[in-house]
């Protein structure tokens, strides 16, 4: 007795879990079921069958489960030729965006390598213009050593030359006391 009440109360868990998740759309051979469930139904409920009433029933319902039959073939030829279409359309929208991918990156591959020889051009002009900055540099240092060595230079010429014309008016005075001296002894 125990084990029935856990057969149904385990039967009763799993039809509520089942109820309670979200119903699914049936698949192709569930829907023949319930057609062939529901045909008998439809041909059991006759409450007093008789011989010939039973056959054409039967034929009846033989008839209508061949036409359903057929339906369903056609319908899952339908799906899978609609399946079949969708991945060729699928395969297509794929290549044709690898297609674009590719080309997209053939531009950027192009772009970079353009930019990459941009800035090496940069590179080497800038090491050119540093390289030229600094010879620059070193001959405005020679000039402006060789301007300081003219100046200085300069400089001692004018010591001199200033000693020399001191020298030059001593002489004038000299000379010129020299002479007054001269002509009064020459009077």
Do not use: C, W
Not at 167 to 175: G, M, S, T
């Amino acid at each position: 007795m125990s084990s029935l009440y856990t057969r149904s109360k385990e039967f009763t868990r799993n039809r509520k879990s089942q109820s309670d998740s979200p119903p699914a759309s049936p698949s192709p051979t569930a829907k023949t079921l319930r057609h062939e469930r529901l045909s008998r139904l439809e041909s059991g409920g006759s409450s007093n069958p008789t011989a010939s009433d039973s056959y054409g029933d039967r034929a009846s319902a033989r008839a209508r489960r061949e036409a359903r039959e057929a339906r369903l073939a056609t319908l899952t030829s339908r799906v899978e030729e609609d399946s079949n279409r969708d991945y060729k359309k699928l395969y297509e929208g794929a290549l044709t965006e690898n297609q674009k991918l590719k080309t997209k990156l053939q531009e950027a591959q192009l772009e970079l390598a353009d930019v990459k020889s941009k800035l090496e051009k940069m590179a080497q002009q800038k090491q050119e213009k540093t390289s030229d900055r600094s010879s620059m540099l070193e001959m405005e240092k020679r000039e402006r050593r060789a301007l300081e060595r003219k100046m200085s230079e300069m400089e001692e010429e004018m010591k001199v030359l200033t000693e020399l014309k001191s020298d030059n008016q001593r002489l004038k005075d000299e000379n010129g006391a020299l002479i007054r001296v001269i002509s009064k002894l020459s009077k």
